[in-house]
């Protein structure tokens, strides 16, 4: 029993890294205009956070230490600040966007006008940070984020054509009236999405947090191997459910309240009820972690005493920075910009960011100063090689796909 509850810790890390609000509007906006051609990029990015994530959970639970802590002995202060400052700004751009996903969704839920909810949400998260254990914290938003399997229930539901389905999955091509261009770029935006950096450093912090050892490492494989694939079939149900609905409509996604048109359609008011408590669980859930993230970075790099375990004036430099964070994203919210503009940025920088992430992971996955034994393997490494590639050519044609399609446009 405690090591199923113990994949909680996976299960948050895939809800809200995987259907967060970017998840949520990304693969919605793509079933809306490409189908089912871009599902092989899910199913990429499933493995390559698999595969990070789960060195980065052996690294904290061989070391006792989280992957910042590690990054800036290992590399050093210049690397490690280069590496600190993409991170935590793109962390602080997907705070932003989480904050007000958690407010829309209660704008849907209630009717009340998003921007006077960006503060509740902003509070609540801080509320929870600060008073609630994290293996309370953990539980209850994945079990209630959960309830976003109502879209895979709505696909069928909605009975589809399974064959063209399948057909569209394993012979993708781009529709006739798309560009490669909009193509490429909103692969990448899926991409990013998928591996969004602050995913593994909650996970390893998480693991400091729990207090895992060697002996947990098994429970470590088994977070991430049922968490992060769980994730990515709720993130290709988005993509399935819109494609079924919206793109036969000629309906481009927008704003949330159509993400969650095929829900009502094929699943009535029930699963509209269901879907929007998925959509506040999953959106605060991410909201929590990429708060925590900021918290982790900055404390972690620095040096300063970290951890939900510890009370704010025991740890105040990691409170006050988390604190900073949400004002900053309520500031910008404020402005009115719209957060799902916000997210689809978010998710497209993150793929700018992702190599000075992951290439440090498998730098410190090798050292036998840290990992004795439990160095990664032949297998582990080729594969990691393989990704940094992808990683590496994802970051570079980003921006310039960025600008030629007008952000996918």
């Known amino acids: 029993m405690k090591r199923l509850l113990g994949v909680a810790l996976g299960i948050l890390t895939a809800i809200g890294g995987f259907v967060d609000i970017g998840d949520l509007v990304t693969n919605a906006v793509v079933g809306s205009r490409f189908g089912l051609s871009l599902v092989w990029v899910v199913v990429v990015g499933v493995v390559g956070i698999v595969l990070f994530a789960n060195m980065s959970g052996r690294v904290a639970a061989v070391s006792g230490r989280a992957t910042f802590e590690v990054i800036r002995e290992r590399l050093g202060p210049r690397a490690g600040l280069a590496n600190l400052s993409a991170s935590f700004l793109i962390n602080l751009m997907t705070v932003t966007a989480e904050i007000g996903g958690v407010a829309l969704a209660l704008q849907l839920a209630s009717s009340v006008y998003y921007l006077l909810w960006i503060p509740v949400a902003a509070v609540a998260v801080w509320l929870v940070i600060w008073r609630v254990r994290f293996s309370i914290m953990e539980n209850v938003t994945g079990l209630l984020g959960l309830t976003l399997v109502i879209f895979a229930v709505a696909v069928f539901l909605l009975k589809p054509d399974w064959g063209s389905l399948a057909g569209q999955v394993l012979a993708p091509s781009v529709p006739q009236q798309e560009t490669v261009w909009s193509y490429s770029y909103y692969a990448i935006a899926l991409f990013g999405a998928a591996m969004t950096p602050y995913e593994v450093f909650f996970f390893s912090s998480g693991a400091v947090e729990e207090k895992w050892g060697v002996k947990d490492l098994a429970q470590s494989r088994i977070n991430v191997l049922i968490g992060f694939p769980l994730g990515g079939l709720l993130s290709i149900s988005i993509a399935v459910c819109a494609a079924l609905v919206l793109l036969p409509a000629g309906i481009s996604v927008t704003s949330l309240s159509q993400v969650i048109l095929p829900v009502a359609e094929g699943a009535g008011k029930l699963g509209l009820a269901f879907v929007l408590v998925g959509i506040v669980a999953a959106t605060f859930g991410a909201a929590l972690e990429t708060t925590l993230s900021s918290g982790y970075t900055l404390a972690q790099f620095f040096g300063w005493s970290w951890g939900k375990f510890r009370r704010p004036a025991e740890a105040a430099r990691f409170h006050l920075s988390m604190i900073v964070c949400l004002l900053v ?15 689809e940025y978010s998710v497209v920088f993150s793929a700018i960011a992702l190599p000075l992430t992951y290439l440090p992971i498998l730098i410190v996955a090798n050292d036998p100063q840290y990992m004795r034994e439990h160095v990664n393997g032949r297998a582990v490494n080729a594969l990691g090689m393989v990704y940094l ?17 007008g952000a996918g446009s």
């Open 389 to 405: 590639v992808i990683i590496l050519v994802a970051s570079i044609a980003a921006i310039p796909l960025m600008i030629v399609t």
């Open 329 to 343: 994203g309520i500031g910008v919210l404020a402005t009115g910009v719209d957060p799902v503009l916000v997210t």
